[in-house]
């Protein structure tokens, strides 16, 4: 938590429908990134950037997009594409020659 | 690629008891390992790190201990406590190198009362 805020807490979605969840931070932090976490699994990777205007594929990238417009800005859209939405969604930060990423609150996203 | 694993899945111990928590990770080129601590419905919060050049740090209840020949590090927690139950996850990264973090797949702590 911390200066990583998060928003919607929970969201839904309905088939065939774009969702973009918010991820906002002030720790004036060059890289964010964005997981997904499954009941009872660890963090799969969907999108990270290193600096504005630039980010990179993860690990699950298929059926995500993110923009990195502004530097305490990144968020992330979940498309129709992807099939399986449901999810918590966190999102992280890390301050350039930092080493540890601090995470926001996260997102739950659900399907209806 | 990088792999971090990390045992037991679950983990349950009587109120007082200790709690060890242990990863091998795979990256040689890691040399950042911090820990995580996340609560039902919230966001991981890191509780301790330890660096490449350290072989153990304490703060008070938590140590972490690093075999970077064997490329291990555990997590101990001592006089565990109720609201010590949470999902831990350990996690390795080249430090100021490089901007990816692997994390283990967590363990889930129970202390009962």
């Known amino acids: 938590d911390g200066g990583i805020t998060q928003s919607p807490k929970y969201l839904f979605r309905k088939e065939g429908q774009n969702v973009t969840l918010s991820c906002e931070q002030n720790l004036n932090h060059d890289a964010m990134y964005w997981y997904r976490q499954d009941p009872g699994q660890g963090l799969r990777l969907i999108y990270y950037?290193?600096?504005?205007?630039?980010?990179q594929k993860g690990d699950i990238a298929e059926g995500y997009s993110v923009s990195r417009e502004k530097k305490e800005s990144f968020p992330l859209t979940v498309t129709s594409a992807q099939k399986n939405p449901t999810a918590f969604y966190l999102c992280a930060s890390r301050g350039l020659g930092g080493e540890t990423q601090y995470f926001g609150p996260g997102t739950r996203l659900l399907v209806l | 690629g990088e792999n971090v694993e990390q045992h037991p899945s679950t983990l349950s111990v009587q109120e007082g008891d200790s709690a060890v928590i242990k990863c091998t990770y795979s990256d040689s080129a890691s040399n950042y390992f911090p820990w995580y601590k996340q609560e039902l419905g919230k966001g991981p919060q890191l509780i301790i790190d330890i660096r490449s050049n350290v072989g153990e740090k304490k703060d008070q209840r938590i140590a972490v201990t690093l075999n970077k020949t064997a490329k291990h590090f555990s997590l101990h927690i001592t006089e565990t406590q109720p609201e010590d139950s949470a999902v831990y996850f350990c996690a390795a990264s080249p430090g100021t190198g490089g901007f990816k973090t692997i994390f283990g797949a967590g363990t889930r702590l129970f202390v009962k009362a």
């Open positions: 950037s290193q600096i504005v205007n630039d980010f």
